[in-house]
Nanobody, 126 residues
């Protein structure tokens, strides 16, 4: 049974940093795309960052130069380092994996057949 377990969310002041982690289990994800989405209240779930097996990364424009995604293929983990956080980054963040980056970047498509984590809350507020 595939499981994605996120950790690392919380409350942080504007300009602060948080690091999210996601551990995937239940199968081998070495060749899978891994990434993060987020969903703010009243808004649709949106792509944040993705990374493929080679290490090539993808970001939404609003988080470029502030967020960094990384993965450890041996451990089947994907992390999201979030710096210079802004109130508009407040959302529930979801870990996601799928066979191809094309199903999640730049947006989720109807070809998606992967897996989601349960989500972790990130709140940026003073």
């Amino acid at each position: 049974q595939v499981q994605l377990v996120e950790s690392g969310g919380g409350l942080v002041q504007p300009g602060g940093s948080l690091r999210l982690s996601c551990a995937a289990s239940g199968r081998t994800f070495t060749t899978y795309a891994m990434g993060w989405f987020r969903q703010a209240p009243g808004k649709e779930r949106e792509f944040v960052a993705g990374i493929i097996w080679s290490g090539k990364t993808y970001y939404r424009d609003s988080v470029k130069d502030r967020f960094t995604i990384s993965r450890d293929n041996a451990k089947s983990t994907v992390d999201l380092q979030m710096d210079s956080l802004k109130p508009e980054d407040t959302a529930v963040y979801f870990c996601v994996v799928d066979k191809t980056i094309a199903s999640i970047y730049p947006t989720l498509t109807d070809t998606f057949s992967g897996y989601w984590g349960q989500g972790t809350q990130v709140t940026v507020s003073s």
